[in-house]
């Protein structure tokens, strides 16, 4: 199957959709968001995430579920609604740009109809990179401004960016450029696209005599409008 400029840049939308969603999911489940470590206790490092808060002690760690969703900090309340989210559209574009893309061929859906589900699900992909962005900012914008708060005693131990952060953001920018490349794809234009209405059946050549004074036939052909 010979693949167009278009599908090829579909295709590419699609992996970077696919990819970005797993890390988006990854980052959600993880719980490094935030790590603390303990100056009296070099073996013990405290880590923090949106479900659970986890106490690592050499090869042993203890983590405890979050018991109320309200107890949250504002930043880590926003931050589950906003993450949840985000996989219901990265989800949803995902399955609308497959529908709308040259992988998957239907016949009885139109080119136009096919590209207004690409552009779609390229928007919801977009969508779900603001969506995974956002929190993962606000998460590591507090705990700098924590971090520098001349109010806080300096022998209180500060939290600092966890590894979770990290595949967040990764995962933002990956969701972000899947939605790109599907919403370019669907705005170039219409190429390598066949047909939907076939031709009708020609009738074949037939042979004819060439004069009435003589025997000998000669090759001709049907107009192309006469159909049998």
Known sequence: M????RGKAQLGGLLLSLLGWVCSC???????????????????TWIMGLWEVCVNQEDIAVCKTFESFLSLP?????????????????????????????????????????????????????????????PVSWVAYATIEDFWDNSIPEIVPRWEFGDALYLGWAAGIFLALGGLFLIFSACLGK??????????????PFYAPADESSDSFYLTTRPRNLFI
Do not use: Y
């Not at 010979?2 to 400029?5: H, I, K, L, P, V």
């Open 191 to 204: 190429e390598d696209v066949p047909s939907l209405q076939m031709a009708g059946p020609t009738a074949p």
């Open 2 to 5: 010979a693949w167009s400029f």
């Open 26 to 44: 990854v980052t959600t489940i993880l719980p490094q968001w935030k790590t603390l470590d303990l100056d009296l206790n070099k073996m013990e």
């Open 74 to 134: 504002q930043e880590l309340q926003v931050s589950r609604v906003l993450m949840v989210a985000s996989h219901g559209l990265g989800l949803l574009g995902l399955l609308l740009s497959g529908f709308g893309s040259e992988c998957l061929q239907f016949h009885r859906l139109r080119w136009v109809f096919k590209r207004r589900l690409c552009l779609l699900g390229g928007t919801l992909e977009a969508s779900a990179s603001a969506t995974t962005l956002f």
